[in-house]
């Protein structure tokens, strides 16, 4: 299985080197060239940079089908190319995902967020591209923020009567969920019954690291203002949307199917062992328009066996620590101005 995968990953190098110049003049210089990959950590790779600094893609103009941008605090946004073939691979690798934990069924959803931040159709954040494709899992969607950001609770309230009984789909960006629902629910002095419902969040970590917010205080804390025991982190990048990695029921972070992950130390960029921090590399065999297939990041972790978590997920367990310490403050998600 991992030599098949090895070998879809070296077509998609393949294919892109065919199609984007650039790509092909990036790995042409830095990378061994007509030699056969064994194994992940032989396969060249990206910065995740380079997608603000570049164009990337291997497809025409004309076949962009969708651009989504990264919802950067500063600087300069990645962007990424979709054509109709890799946004229809996204949204089946996310359907996936999401039903290997939660089920075939559609829920009404409570979106953290502005309904302002899902309105541009054709130039994509990474929180509207999160918000509408975990929407495909709703049954009636309602928005817990106004256009200013600010909670609205007459709105909620009616929400919450309207599917009473019901089992709610909460979704939102780990940093907007905690200062524009959770604190603010907690000055407002308001208790809210969400004890029927589950909570799904990612991203904006780094903010709530300077806020001194562990993983486990995020969940006491969700769960004393709003009564919800089920709150799932999950880790992913819009340079590969689609493929997330989902916390399981003992707080691991498992790599999906057509995706995986290894560690590449810091020093000298050779991969790691297992329990051996260093850079995390990602890996996905959907992206057929852009080169996103093999991504170096800027966040550190490490990895263990699935073998080492008793849930029934076979994927490799990723622990992510933070950022590089020079690396750009940015997660996808964790500017909440427009």
């Given amino acids: 299985m991992v030599r098949d995968f090895v070998s879809e990953l070296e077509s998609l190098t393949e294919h892109h080197k065919e199609n984007c110049d650039l790509y092909r003049h990036y790995i042409g210089s830095l990378f061994k060239q007509d ?3 064994t194994s992940l950590e ?6 995740v940079r380079a997608f603000k600094q570049f164009d990337l893609m291997s497809i025409s103009q004309e076949q962009v089908f969708k651009t989504m941008h990264s919802s950067g605090t500063g600087g300069v946004q990645s962007r990424i190319f979709l054509d109709q073939q890799t946004a229809k691979l996204q949204q089946s690798k996310l359907i996936e995902v999401f039903q290997s934990e939660f089920g075939k ?4 959803m409570l979106v953290i967020d ?17 918000i509408n494709g975990f929407s495909i899992f709703s049954r009636g969607r309602e928005f817990a923020l106004n256009e200013n950001l600010e909670i609205d609770i007459e709105r909620i309230g009616k929400f919450l009567e309207k599917h009473s009984g019901k089992r709610i789909f909460i979704f939102g960006f780990t940093f907007v969920v905690w200062e524009k629902f959770i604190e603010r629910i907690e000055q407002l002095n308001l208790k809210l019954d969400l004890s029927n419902a589950f909570l799904l969040h990612g991203g904006g970590w780094k903010k709530l690291e300077s806020k001194k917010v562990s993983p486990e205080e995020f969940r006491r804390r969700v769960k004393e203002i709003t009564g919800c025991e089920s709150v799932h982190n999950y880790y992913g990048m819009i340079e590969q949307t ?6 399981c029921k003992n707080g691991n972070l498992h790599a999906p199917t057509g995706a995986d992950v290894i560690i590449r130390r ?3 960029f050779n991969p790691a062992g297992y329990n051996e921090e260093g850079i995390i590399q990602l890996f996905s065999n959907i ?3 852009y080169p996103g297939h093999s991504l170096l990041t800027e966040d550190i972790g490490y990895t263990l066996p699935a073998g080492k ?8 367990i990723l622990k992510v620590i933070g950022r590089l310490a020079k690396a750009e403050v940015r997660g996808c998600s964790d500017a909440v101005h427009r």
């Fill in 35 to 37: 030699c056969e990959f």
């Fill in 42 to 47: 032989q396969l060249p790779w990206l910065p």
């Fill in 105 to 108: 069924e559609r829920f009404p």
């Fill in 114 to 130: 502005s309904e302002a931040t899902v309105k541009n159709r054709k130039m994509f954040s990474a929180r509207t591209a999160g």
């Fill in 242 to 247: 689609g493929s997330i990695y989902m916390e």
């Fill in 266 to 268: 810091r020093s000298d």
């Fill in 287 to 289: 992206q057929r328009s």
């Fill in 309 to 316: 978590c008793s849930c029934d997920n076979t994927g490799t």
